[in-house]
Every structure is written in C-alpha cells, then in structure tokens.
C-alpha cells in the first residue's frame, strides 16, 4: 500500500493557499492572497471556475448550502454556493479571520486580533467569545459534541477549549512563535478524531503529538524517517484511520493511526515549497489534497502496490483473493459437501483454471494443487497515454459556455456575446477606429458563438448549424449575406479579412469567398482543423498532421495566398514545446504568420528564411506564474505584442473591462541581461522583422557591438562581425573608429575584406534586381589568406611617436577621407539622410564646391597612411551564364 502524487497545477500567487473538499467531495475549491477563489473539479481541471471576493481571501469553510469566506473587510462573509450570491455577513473582528471551522451547527472562527468567536445556528449575533492568545489564530478544530475546540496561536501555545462555557481547558506550550500569520509557516493545525473525538493531534517539529483528550496527557507521538525536515500542518482523515501531515519542505507523511506507523509516500518535487495546508477527500480515503507558499494545488492518492517479501501483505491478497470468487457447484462435476468451516479447495481449482489458455488447462490440470495456487496470473499489457488532441478555436476568443464573454478581439475591434437570463442573447461590435464603422448591436437569434472580424466584414457562424452570416462593413446598399453550408456541413473555424470569409467545414473543406459573397475556391484540409488566421490576401489553417505522441501533439499549417484568380500553396509545420498547446493564431500587422502556446511563447514565421523564430516570451512579463497573458495581436513595425494580462486565469472577464497592455518583444538570449546580449537582440530583431528603419537600426547596434568587442579586447569577434553583416558602409565607420582608438593592426585586417564585401553587396543588389525573373545569382568571393596559411608572427599594433600621431589625426579628420573611387559598373545609389557619419559619430561631412575635385583616396590609404601598399585580386560575379568583373586597382 502507498500514495502517490499528481503533477502540481498553479492555483494562486505567491502566498498562504488553503482548500477544502466539498461534503461530496465534487469540487475542490481554493483560495489565496490574489483574492479569487476557484472551483476545481479535479486536479486535472483545464479550466476552473473563478470568483473574485476581494484583495485577498484568508480561510474558507463549507457547511453544506452556503461559503463562509473571510476577506480583507475583516468579516466573515457568506455566500450561497455554487452562485456565490451575497448572503450577509456573520462575524466581525477587528483584523482579517485567519482560519475558520463549521460542525454540528456551530461556526468557529479566529482571527488576527487573537480572539476566537463561536456562533451556533447561520445567523449572526449571541456568539461567544474565547480571550487568553497574545498573538495571532493560526489554525483552529472542534469536536462540536463534546463541546471541544482547540486552536494554536503566534504565541506559541495551544489551547484547550469548551466553547459553550467559554472556559479554557488545557494549554501547552513549545509551538513556534510568530508576529503575523503571513510570515507563519508552522501553522500546528490541532485537528480531533473525527469519530469519537478521543484523540487530538497537532504538528511540531518533526513529529506529530496525539493527545488523549480524557486527561489530555500524550498518548503517542507519529514520525516518519523518509522526511528531513518539520511538519507545518496536519489534518485527520473523515474516517479517522489515517492521519496527513505536510512539510516546510513540501514533503507528505500519511499514517496509519491504528497501526501507527507511516505509508510509504511519493517524494516531492524540486519545485514544491512548504505545504500551507491539507484537506482529505470526503467522498472516500484515498485522495488528500495540498497547496504550498507558492500558490501550488496538487494531491497524493492511494494505489494499490503490494509490500514485497512482507508475510502480511500476502495474506491480505489471499484473502481478497478468496473473497473475489463465489464457490458453487458446477453443472458437469459433482460439488463437494461445504461444512461451513472452509473453502473447497477442487472449487478453487476450477475457478482459477478459468483464466488459463485451453491449450495449457492439461498441462496444468496434472500439476500438483500447490503449484497451481502459487501460479500468479499473467500482468495485463501496460496502455500507453497519448497526448491530449487539441480541439478547434478561435483565436483571441473566451470560452463559450460562459454566458458574457469575448467572440473576438483583435487590432481592428472587440464582439462581444451576453446572454440574458431569459435565455435571449445579444452581440456587440465596438471599432477601435470609429471611422472604420459605428458600433453594432445585433440580436443573436440565431444561437452564433463564432465570430470574426476586420477592416472589411463581420463575420459570425455556429458549430453546432450550417448557417454563415457575413456583413460587409465597407459596401453600399445590401451589407449583409448568408448562406448554408451543403450536406449539413457544420463550421468548426472561422475567419474574415479585409478581402475574403474562409470557413473550415466538418467535412475537412476550406471554403473560401469574398467579402460580398462571391464562392472563391473549396480546398481540402488534410487533416482536423485546429484554428483559422488571415491577411488581406492570405490564409493560414493549422491542423492535426498526425496522432498525438504521448508528449506533445503534431501541428502543421497550411499557407493560402490568393492572388486574382491565381492561387499558391504551401504546407510548414507548427513547432510546439513538448506538453503544451497552441493559444493563439494569426498574422503581424506586416502580414507574417504567428503563433503562441499555453504557455505564452510568441514565436513568427518569416518567409524567406523559411523558419519559426521565438519573438516574446509573455510569462517573462508576468510577476506571478499563475498569471496569463490573452494575446490580442502582434506589431512587427513596433516591436510590439498586444495582450490582456488575465490574473490567476487564462481569459480575461467582459466586466470590468480589462487595459490593454504592450509587451515589448525580445528574443530568449542566453544572459539577456548582459549589455551585449541586448545588442544582439536587437540585431537580431531589426534583421527579422519588417522594423520601421531597420537599416539603420542595423548599423547603429553593429557599431556599438563593434565598440563593446574593441572595448573588451576581442578583435577576432570584431572583425567577425563586420565580415557576417557584409556591408561596405559599415565597414568604413569600424575602420574609422578603430583607427581613432589606436587599433591600426585591426584596421588593416578590416581593410583586407573590402573586396569580399563589395561582391557580397553587389550580387545582393543584382538578386534584387533579378529576384523578379527568376534567374539564380552564384557569389564568387575573392580568396582571403587564412590563418595557417601566414607564416611567422602575428602583426602588433603600432607605437605611434607624437610626430606620427598628428600625421594619422590630420589623414582620419580629412573630409574627403571616405570619397572612394566610382565604379561605373555598379549603379549609384542616393545616400540616406540616416545612413550618414554625422548620426553614428556626431560628425559632418562638408560638401565640395563646384568645380573642384574632390581628392581620389581609397580608404586603404586615407585611413591607415602606414599601411603597406597590397595587391587586391579580381573579384567576380556570376549571374547565369554571365561574368561581371570588378577591377580594383
């Protein structure tokens, strides 16, 4: 016999989290300082429902109808479950109820202002009042019958009550003391047997101390060797068999009370903290729920693995054996007599026999009854558990069980969907640019819960009928149209674009119209849709590919661009962590496909280079784990991810309307926080994305990781750098400037890639040029020395004398200094204002009179005079069958 633990679900923030079973055991609910509660169905429960009842909620007790919660008001509050409508409030004190018990028509409750009130009956008034802790209630429990109630204090003490005489009974002290029950993470939690009342347990150090509660001395103390470290809180199951206690370490201890001694117990996690509380399952003996100081909710459940080589547990499962078949006489062979004081043992023979293959029964029927008894049956072939398969959604969308709740809401506007009590509901369009279109309100008759909008039309749609309603925002006279999908197709997916309506059908079919109705093409999906994205002209559906593995499910998209009546195909597949989800689907505002998963990892396509990129990690914007951010839309242009943060859940609620916030991307770079790792990164992101002067933006970083690789004494990475972004600008300022730190040798290095540069950039040019026709551009660079094919050592750099320190300073403060020679086979282009020495250096160039010539130099010469003179090889490029050369002399 052993318990075993269940993966840890985030249920709240950081802080003291309780729980509770229901008396039925349906739900657990919990509670924590974010001031929700929530109701989990199971600790698998994808989805639980929320409650907000203040800024924090401390200790919550069920009696059955009714929640009594105490909150930051300092009352203890009721509330009719599961609605959770207002329903008075039954005590006030004059600091938050820390813990609070409800038995045998008696309410208990202790607070932080040390007192404890006990009321009988659910209305408030004539409750008593129990005074001696100098310090705050930690934890309470009462035997109502006996009239018992024993509550632990920041003190250090635990107190023995008869609650209706208000008369103190015993005290014991040696707890540990606290100032606070935020800073308390030792909570003793007494808890009586709850059957008879007999025995209260408590929790100190590392052991747990049942007393007897006839003359309240101990009558045995529980410890478990597999623990290092103290229990925190201890709870009795309903049945009062076993006993729970938990760990500063996030450690459970289950004991068998009768027997005292311990269950063997899973081991904890390395990411459970100190276990805050512990609640058993009243619906049976086999599941005891947890919660930890980082607002953790897991449980540990009983599974049945015999102890082996221990004589006792084989004859427990003989007897079950036994007890599983019932003896009676067979037709074909005659029953021996039964006297009543066993079990015949031919009965037992056949019955085993049963479960034997028929070819091996005769073998196994001349063997000797011993052997047959200790013939274990065959282990059943263990199943293995596939990864759960995504159903289909819509993007940026709400659950749709939930009577008011989002349809859409992205950069263009927000649906949102009411349903009255009455059962009539209503959808509202609201634009964020009102000269789009004015706000709508349409009644939803039709029973839609898909939607999608754009700048162009309104979509909306049901899964569960074959209708689609589309209404055309920017046409004149007839605006809306509908139609109904053949042979009784239902609409899994929906999406609307500036341009065209895409649906995908129940039937695996993409339909595709324009925005006033016109049929434009049907494609196949290959397999079950996921969710549906567009921009302007193009479409993107995710689908299933294949069976989930037992990790992770396999995503692949399908690319649609619609051109005319021309259109174009392409299939890619969705890449996702193992164990997570995708979330959210859709475009960039410069109309790059992306995505995000459960977890809030953004990552984008970028189509010519043919590859997902991680772009925003949203959790990194979070300040608690259990906090969500609901992706609203992605700006390339801004660097921008629009999202709603939604706190302990993963939607957020219509009422009070949520603030929208902006994330600023950045790619998950090894030591972010260094200097050069923000550099790269925007590198990086300026190279990637469609970013509003991103040339620019390229240089001014390059030249800053230039400076920082000069500044910390790694030229290798300096000149590896100018040589990986290949452009002849750039090249000129990091010759400048190492020149002007002293840096000649690393000069003249960068000076020997000039050639290799300039065809890089030439054939860049060209494939621009060429890109339309189709023709393949081949680079041919000059041949570089490498390092083993140079003999002797490497060149130092250059003591100047002071004489040869104003010739360099006179050469590199020349104006003319980067006036290079024209080259008529290349075409010229304009220089942009932002591309000039004066933005990276603070320098001006003045501009030569008419007239007059501007002095040839080469920037070999007019940067390092020193330089010795070298001969530059041809370079070529290569377009086609053509040869362009280059002479440089």
Known sequence: MSFSRSALRYAHTNGYTGLLYTPRGEFIITWGTDGDIRHWTCISDDDPRSSCLGEFVMCLAHTGTRLLASTDRNTVHAYTFPDMDSDGILMRFTAPATCLKVQGGYTAAGSEDTTIKVLKGDTAGNETVLEGHTGPVLALDMFAERKLLASVAGDGNLKVWNFEEGKELKSISGLPKVNSFESASHYGTPTFEPQSGELLAYAVDNQIVVLNTANWEVAFTLRDDAVSSNYSCCQFSPNGERLAAGTTKGEISIFDVKKRRSVSVEMPPNDCNSITCLAWNRSGEEEVAFCDATGQLGTVFFTDAAEGGVEEGLVDDQAELLDDYEFEGDGDVEAPVDDGDGVSLEQLKRKVMKFADPADQDDASNQSLASSSRTAPVAAAPQIKLFKQQTAFQPSATPSDLEHRYMAWNDVGIVTAHVEPSGDGAIDVEFHDASIHHALHISN?????????????????????????????????????????????????????????????????????????????????????????????????????????????????????????????????????????????????????????????????????????????????????????????????????????????????????????????????????????????????????????????????????????????????????????????????????????????????????????????????QQTLLGASGIAATIVLPMTPTAGSQSGPKPKAIELSSAKRGTLKRFTNSPNMFKAASRPSTPEITQSPLDTQENIFGESEPEIPLGKSAEQRTPLNSVNPFAMKRKLGDTGVIFGSEKLKLAKK
């Open 445 to 765: 008759y039709n029973h839609h819960n898909l939607a999608s909008l754009s700048s162009g039309a309104l979509a909306l749609a049901s899964n569960e009928s074959s209708k689609l309603v589309v209404i055309a925002l920017a046409a004149a006279g007839n605006k809306e149209w509908s139609l109904s999908l053949p042979d009784c197709e239902s609409v899994e997916a929906l999406v609307a674009t500036s341009h065209l309506i895409a649906v995908a059908t129940s039937s695996s079919f993409l339909r595709i119209f324009s925005v006033m109705g016109t049929q434009r093409e049907v494609l196949t999906i290959p397999g079950p849709v996921v969710a549906l994205a567009g921009h302007e002209h193009s479409l993107m559906v995710v689908y299933h590919s294949s069976a989930p593995s037992q990790t992770q499910q396999h995503l692949s998209a399908m690319l649609v661009n619609i051109n005319g009546l021309s259109l174009r195909q392409e299939y890619l597949p969705v890449p996702l962590t193992p164990g997570r989800q995708l979330s959210w689907l859709g475009y960039s505002d410069t109309g790059s496909p992306s995505i995000a998963d459960n977890m809030g990892l953004m990552q984008l396509y970028r189509r010519s280079s043919n590859a997902w990129f991680p772009i925003c990690d949203t959790i990194k914007h979070s300040t608690s784990v259990s906090h969500n951010f609901f992706v609203v839309a992605v700006s390339e242009r801004r660097q921008i991810v629009q999202a709603v943060l939604c706190r302990g859940t993963s939607y957020p609620m219509t009422n009070p309307r949520p603030m929208l916030q902006e994330l600023r991307m950045q790619i998950p770079l090894c030591d972010i926080e260094v200097e050069k790792s923000e550099l790269e990164d925007a590198l990086l992101r300026s190279s990637l994305m469609q970013v509003d002067g991103a040339e620019k933006m390229q240089k001014e970083t390059a030249i800053k990781l230039f400076a920082l690789a000069c500044s910390s004494e790694c030229e290798t990475r300096a000149r590896e750098l100018i040589e990986s972004i290949a452009c002849t600008e750039l090249l000129q300022l990091a010759v400048k400037y190492a020149t002007k730190r002293g840096r000649i040798n690393l000069s003249d290095r960068l000076c020997e890639l000039l050639p290799q540069l300039e065809a890089v950039q030439e054939a860049r040019k």
